[in-house]
C-alpha cells in the first residue's frame, strides 16, 4: 500500500526550508554565538564597503565561513549597517585615525571620472589602484572602526539572543503547566 506523500508549493517549500534551518539554528549547541558572530562580521565588513569600491564583497562569505558564523545573520548585520549610515557619518574620523596609526605621506592621484569602459580597458588595475590608493587613510581607519563595531556588535546580538531564548522557555514552560481544560 502506497501512501502519498503531501506536495508543497515553491514557495510552500522555500518557507518551510527557512522554518527548518531556523529551528536547527535554535537549537543548535552554540546557536547564540554563530549568530552573533555572523552579524558581527557583516556589520564590521559594512564599515569598508565605500572606500574599496565594494571590493570587500569578495571576501565577506569566506570571512563568515572562516570564523564560523550565520551567513543570514551576516547579510542582516551587513543591512542594518547600510541602514544606520554610520560608515558615511564616519569619514572624517577614520580619515584621522588613519593618519594618526599611519603618519606617513601618501602620494595622491588626481580625481578622475572613470567610466565602466575605462575599467574593461587595460587600465583597469591602474585605476582600481589610484582609486585605493586615495582612500588609504580612511581604508586603515574605517579597518580599525569596523573590528570595534564588530566586537560590540558580537556582544549585543549574544546578549540579545540569550534573552530572547530564555524568555521563549519561559513561555513553553508556562504552556506546559496550564491545566488542560475537558470539553
Do not use: C
Not at 522554518?19 to 559594512?46: D, H, T
Amino acid at each position: 500500500m502506497r501512501v502519498n506523500k503531501k506536495t508543497y508549493s515553491f514557495f510552500q517549500r522555500i518557507w518551510r526550508g527557512m522554518k527548518l534551518n531556523y529551528y536547527k539554528l535554535l537549537r543548535a549547541p552554540e546557536g547564540a554565538k554563530i549568530v552573533s558572530r555572523g552579524f558581527a562580521v557583516g556589520f564590521g565588513i559594512e564599515m569598508l564597503v565605500i572606500h574599496t569600491a565594494s571590493l570587500i564583497y569578495l571576501i565577506f562569505y569566506p570571512l563568515v565561513r572562516l570564523l564560523n558564523g550565520s551567513f543570514p545573520a551576516a547579510i542582516i548585520g551587513n543591512l542594518i549597517g547600510k541602514a544606520s549610515f554610520l560608515p558615511v557619518i564616519l569619514i572624517p574620523f577614520a580619515h584621522a585615525l588613519g593618519k594618526l596609526i599611519y603618519p606617513f605621506e601618501v602620494k595622491t592621484m588626481p580625481y578622475h571620472h572613470y567610466t565602466i569602459k575605462d575599467f574593461f580597458s587595460s587600465n583597469g588595475l591602474t585605476m582600481l589602484k589610484n582609486l585605493l590608493q586615495n582612500e588609504v587613510y580612511v581604508i586603515i581607519g574605517m579597518t580599525i572602526i569596523g573590528i570595534v563595531f564588530g566586537i560590540i556588535a558580537y556582544f549585543v546580538m549574544y546578549y540579545l539572543y540569550e534573552k530572547n531564548r530564555k524568555l521563549r522557555l519561559t513561555r513553553r514552560k508556562k504552556q506546559i503547566k496550564r491545566p488542560i481544560t475537558q470539553i
